[in-house]
């Protein structure tokens, strides 16, 4: 069964730093890895997806890399501002299955002013 | 509507108690799937309905929870004998046919509470 897990729990960084936030999954048989942002009483935004065979996609100041043989991705926030406070939230794609989604439990991010 | 619409919002309700929880989903999306995430964990699978059939039921956690969707659009998760574990956000998203499960739309999600 796959597993993902998120790293950290939760972050707390002055406004304009850069930051990363890491995820991990145990079976690499992924089709393909997605990052999604969660404010609180909305629903998931997607941020960026990944295909299995790409190493990288970019989105601004967003950056996510994947490495399916290790089995990590990490979501890399340039320059932070105060409305990237969120839940930042992991999930893959098995190659198998009827098309559901795994999901990690989320990174808490707060960026101060 | 131009998104998932998911009602109610909140719901508090007592412990036994029978809940039903409404998805809207985008008009002529044929994929719909519902979700949980409990505090503090991420989205758990729940069921998948391609149509009005459930292709994949495999995530609802026992006989308690049981998802319709009749006509091919509106669905409803239903929770019966509700008890406290069950509280929870239910989140529900849908995609339009021949797209792979990544172009899903996210409602709000419904925010049950149980007494």
């Known amino acids: 069964k796959q597993e993902v897990t998120q790293i950290p729990a939760a972050l707390s960084v002055p406004e304009g730093e850069n930051l990363v936030l890491n995820c991990s999954f145990t079976d690499s048989a992924i089709y393909n890895l997605q990052w999604f942002r969660q404010d609180p009483g909305k629903g998931l935004t997607s941020l960026l997806l990944i295909q299995s065979s790409q190493r990288e996609q970019t989105s601004g100041r967003l950056n996510a890399s994947l490495d399916k043989s290790s089995g990590r991705s990490t979501l890399y926030i340039a320059a932070s501002q105060p409305g990237d406070s969120a839940t930042y939230l992991c999930a893959v794609l098995m190659l198998t299955g009827y098309s559901t989604l795994t999901f990690g439990k989320g990174t808490m991010l707060l960026v101060s002013p | 509507g131009a998104g998932v619409s998911q009602t109610p919002s909140n719901k508090v309700t007592e412990k036994g108690k029978y809940v039903e929880l409404r998805c809207d989903p985008i008009s002529g999306h044929t994929a719909l799937y519902w979700y949980r995430q409990s505090l503090g964990q991420g989205p758990e699978f729940l069921i998948y309905f391609q149509g009005t059939g459930a292709a994949d039921d495999s995530g609802l956690p026992n006989d308690r929870f049981f998802a319709v969707r009749p006509e091919g659009s509106v669905s409803t998760l239903k929770i019966q004998r509700t008890e406290r574990g069950d509280s929870a956000v239910y989140l529900c998203?849908?995609?339009?046919?021949?797209?792979?499960?990544?172009?899903?739309?996210f409602g709000a999600g419904s925010r049950l509470t149980v007494l």
């Open positions: 998203a849908s995609r339009p046919q021949g797209s792979g499960a990544n172009v899903l739309t």
